[in-house]
Every structure is written in C-alpha cells, then in structure tokens.
C-alpha cells in the first residue's frame, strides 16, 4: 500500500509540475521554424526553374527569328537558281531533292547559347513558300512559320531617285527634294534638308525627312550594269576624233586645233572655259573630266560609258582611281530637257568598275544628268542643282548642293533583282511537327 501511495503521489506532483516543458516546446518551434523555412526554400526554387524556363524560351524564340533571317538572305541570294524545276536550293546554293513537298532540313546552326534549324517548302510556280525555323535553347524548343513571296524587281529608279548601296552622309547645307534610299545608315553631319521619303538598311538609322516624308526600312541590292554588245568597238568615239566616216558625225568642241579625246590614253577631257557638244549615242572612255561644259543638243540622248578600271581598254586605270571628275566650273546641260515643250531628254553616265567619281559644281546652273555607279564611291560638294538621278556604292554629299528629280525623266533600263518578301510571320505549337508547319 506505501508504494501504491507514493505512485499516486507521483503521478498527481508530475501533474503540477512544470519541469521539462521547454524540450518539446522547443522542438515543435524548431518543426514549425524548419516547415516554414522549407516553403520559402521550395517557393526560390520554382522560381528560379521559372526564371531559367522564361530566359530559355526567350533565347529559343530569338534563335527561330534567326534561322528565320537567315533563310530570307540565303533564298534571296540564290533565287536566281531556284525554279520549279529546282525547288530547293541549300545553305551554300546547292540542288536538293523535296520530299513531301519540303526541302531537307539544315544542320543546326549555334546563334549565342541557342542554335536553330529551319525548313524551307518546295518552290512553286506562285513563288509563295513557307520557311519553318526551330530555336532550341536548354531544354526549350520554339517554332515559327514564315510565308514569304517573290517579288518582281522594280526599275532601280521607280521610287528613290538618289541612291547609296552602303551608306548615304549628307553634310552642309545639302538640300534633297526627291525620295533616297540605303541598305546602310543615313548619316546627317550638317544641316541638310531631306523633302522626300528616305529609306534606312534593315537595323541601321536614318534621319527623320525634314517635309513631312516618311521613313522606312528594307534592303534593295543595286544591280550590275550591262553594256551593249561589243560595245569597244561599236561605238560613237569616233565623233570625238573627227575621223566618222560622214563629216556631219563630228563632235564639235570649242578649243581649236585641239580634240577632247585621246586616243592613246582614252581619256575624254573638256578644258576649262570649254564647250564640247555631244550628239552621239554611245561612247566608251576610261575617263571622264569634265572642267568645262558638256551640252547635249536636243533629240540626243547620250549613253557615255567608263570602263573598268584595269580592264583590256583602260589597262592603265587602276582600281579605284579617279573616273569621272566634274570640276567646280563643271557643266552639264541638255536642251532636250525642256519640261515647257515637254521633253526631258538627259545624258547618262553608267561606270562599270569601282572608279572613284568627284562632282563639283557652280551654283549659277542646273546640271540635268543621270549616274549610275554602283561600285563606285561618289563623292559631290559644291553649290550646284544637280536635276536626275544619281546611284553609287557610297555617297557623301556635302556643301549647299541642291539635289532634285523630275518625275518625267526616263530612268535608265536598269531592273533591280527579284526577291523574297515576307507575307506573313506566326508562332506554332510544338516543336516539331508533320508537315513542318502544322499547327502554326
């Protein structure tokens, strides 16, 4: 009975007593503080696997736009080569076989952390294709489908009457009163007025035209020049050497007992305070100076072409040489150019080489021309206004040149080439596909 009573003693003084408490008291904090902690753990965790998703995707769908880009190029480059006889050409211009309507696929192609790969649809007689591109970054894949069609290349000159393949600098207080385009920058180191519509390279910049003009961007390659068929030895140089076969085909130039050409050096060079009047059809020279005056009568139409430099006519010309210089008291007048008796006949000057071309000019005239250089950097300053057309590798324009279009000149049969033009741009669902665009 004595142990039984000391037990119940016990038991009834545990009850009581508070002793111990504060092991599991610290225990179940210890539990909650852990639990809480592991939901603040679990919840970084997500996000961090969002955030690493989220910058995967980004890069994957940057690298589909990519391998997108980079089809346009490659198509554009080698559409000349793609018929529906060949409807597939590869990365490097070469025939590929379709299967199913589509060409084979590309070799994945690393752009950053991401690589993409693209598909291109069979080239049929619509000339509509479709290019599927797929950019993987990590774990995450992205497709998009891009509709593109030909699209017949305009006359070089139907809109921009002033063109620079690589870059177009205006400096001074040029004036612009027509449309200008580049597939490079528009750069503006003056005060220059642009009263038209200017066209910017894909990614470069251009300044804002100053009347109300719009800007755009794309790029239009400037094509080759062809000259006419044995063009060295049919030709109308002979008018300027007085040796034509009729003495009515004689070139007349102002400075006695002295020609404008040579023969030797086939250099064609109007001397200062002179006057050479040109009345033939086409001429081939290797240069072209002209520190005098040039005037066209009216009912001509003149075509001079410079040959290229180093070529089996000018053997002497070096590359990039100087080809065609207009001086400061240079002129060029045509009398075909009357918009009163509506005629506007001017002479066209087409460089076929990479000759360099300096224009220099008066500000008492107005110079009717149209130039055609496209490897060539043409470099004009001066005070003069310069009415036609003008197109060169580069230019830079610069001083209080005044550069205008008459919308009835005649351009040259110049034809820019055919090329690919995006219609339409989706994303789809899913990575892959069978055919490549489906559900997109």
């Given amino acids: ?20 408490i504060a ?3 610290a225990l179940m904090a210890l539990v909650a503080s852990f639990a809480l902690a592991s939901v603040a753990v679990i919840s970084t965790v997500d996000v961090q696997q969002g955030t690493h998703r989220d910058h995967e995707a980004k890069e994957a769908i940057a690298a ?3 391998g997108a880009n980079i089809a346009l190029l490659r198509l554009n480059r080698y559409l000349p080569y793609i018929s529906t006889t060949h409807p597939c050409v590869g990365p490097k211009g070469e025939y590929q076989t379709a299967t199913s309507g589509w060409c084979p696929a590309t ?7 991401a690589s993409y790969s693209y598909m291109i649809s069979a080239y049929p007689a619509s000339g509509t294709i479709n290019v599927v591109a797929v950019g993987t970054s990590g774990t995450v894949s992205r497709r998009v489908n891009v509709a593109m069609k030909a699209v017949s290349g305009k006359n070089v000159f139907a809109n921009e009457k002033v063109l620079g393949q690589e870059t177009i600098t205006l400096g001074g207080n040029v004036r612009i009163e027509t449309d200008i385009g580049t597939n490079g920058t528009i750069e503006s180191n003056g005060t220059p007025t642009i009263c038209g519509n200017d066209r910017h390279g894909v990614g470069k910049e251009a300044p804002t035209p100053s009347c109300s003009g719009e800007k755009t961007e794309e790029n239009k390659n400037l094509p080759g020049i062809t000259p006419p068929t044995n063009i060295e030895t049919e030709n109308d140089n002979c008018r300027l050497t ?9 070139d007349v130039y102002s400075k006695k007992n002295s020609l404008p050409f040579s023969t030797t050096t086939r250099v064609l060079k109007i001397d200062s305070s002179q006057q050479l009047t040109m009345g ?15 005037y066209i009568p009216a009912g001509v139409r003149p075509q001079i072409y410079v040959a290229a430099p180093e070529s089996k006519f000018c053997p002497s010309v070096k590359s990039g040489e100087t080809q065609v210089e207009i001086g400061a008291a240079g002129v060029i007048e045509s009398s075909g150019f009357n918009p009163g008796q509506g005629t506007y006949e001017v002479p066209s000057i087409f460089v076929l080489g990479n000759g360099a071309v300096k224009i220099d000019g008066t500000p008492k005239t107005t110079d009717e021309v149209m130039l055609y250089a496209p490897y060539s950097e043409i470099e004009m300053k001066g005070n003069a206004t310069w009415n036609g057309m003008i197109a060169g590798k580069k230019l830079n324009i610069n001083g209080n040149v005044t550069i205008t279009s008459n919308p009835n000149i005649q351009p040259p049969e110049i034809t820019l080439a055919s090329t690919f033009q995006r219609t339409q741009y989706v994303e789809c669902v899913g990575a ?3 055919p490549p665009n489906a559900n997109c």
Wanted: glycine share 6%; aromatic share 4%.
């Fill in 280 to 294: 033939g059809s086409v001429y081939l020279v290797c240069k072209l100076e002209i520190q005098g005056k040039l």
């Fill in 1 to 20: 009975m004595a142990a039984i009573d000391r037990f119940i003693l016990l038991v009834r003084d545990l009850r009581r007593n508070q002793c111990g």
């Fill in 64 to 66: 589909a736009d990519a």
């Fill in 107 to 113: 070799t994945a192609e690393k752009v950053g952390n």
């Fill in 242 to 250: 007085k040796t034509c076969a009729s003495a009515e085909q004689v």
């Fill in 432 to 434: 892959t596909a069978s």
């Fill in 23 to 25: 092991v599991p008291t």
